[in-house]
């Protein structure tokens, strides 16, 4: 089945450097989508991209999808201690039917 | 702004025993899902339902589990005979618009089978 891996598994920056995750599916995406799970807390959407090669941001934030659209890399630019939790992506299977969630990075930032 | 609820947010209960996990969806959302999570791992995709109906479940979504709509609100998760292995985390999702678009997720119930 398809799967989506995220490297690294964990990361612990100082505030102020900057984050990468990157993600892979086995399977070519129609989309990608990128949630964000504080300690304790729920995913919360953060963005969607939909085009080969489309890269947006969000503020401190850098979303790019590959131009194969099997993988897709989230930036974090001075990373602030707001940022702490796990970053996943998430794609839908081919059949259009289910979200398969990456298997995560979870990112520490020190003050 | 409008948000997924779930109730309760931890259920204790004994191998063996029934559970009902309920959520609220966003009131215009037509897609629901569930997904549970086991502790320091990722979100699994359980099953997902719409136009009162499953629209498709995995692997995990065996015969002791089922979902239901029984009102205009209410979006439940029963497990008829809980294991072990059946503690985790269970979040509640929705969305508007189908499953490659945004989703929703509630604050989860945390199902500890003792």
């Known amino acids: 089945g398809q799967q989506v891996m995220q490297i690294p598994q964990y990361q612990h920056v100082q505030e102020g450097e900057d984050f990468t995750t990157y993600c892979n599916s086995s399977?070519?995406?129609?989309?990608i989508q990128w949630y964000k799970q504080r300690p304790g807390g729920h995913p919360v959407f953060l963005i969607q991209?939909?085009?080969?090669?489309e890269v947006k941001k969000q503020k401190r934030l850098t979303f790019q999808f590959g131009e194969a659209k099997k993988n897709s890399s989230l930036h974090i630019t001075a990373t602030q201690t707001t940022d702490v939790g796990t970053y996943f992506c998430?794609?839908?299977?081919?059949?259009?039917?289910?979200?398969?969630f990456g298997t995560g990075t979870r990112l520490l930032v020190s003050p | 702004e409008p948000e997924v609820t779930q109730t309760p947010s931890h259920q204790v209960t004994q191998m063996g025993q029934e559970v009902i996990l309920r959520c609220v969806p966003i009131s215009n959302h037509l897609y629901f899902y569930w997904y549970r999570q086991i502790l320091g791992q990722k979100v699994e995709f359980l099953v997902s339902f719409y136009n009162n109906e499953i629209s498709e479940k995995s692997e995990i979504f065996d015969d002791q589990f089922s979902v239901e709509r029984p009102d205009g609100s209410n979006f439940t998760l029963k497990i008829r005979s809980t294991k072990l292995e059946d503690s985790a985390m269970y979040f509640c999702a929705s969305s508007s618009r189908g499953q490659s678009y945004e989703q929703y997720f509630g604050p989860g119930t945390r199902l500890t089978v003792t």
């Open positions: 998430a794609g839908p299977n081919t059949g259009f039917q289910k979200l398969v």
């Open positions: 991209l939909v085009k080969s090669g």
């Open positions: 399977t070519t995406l129609s989309n």
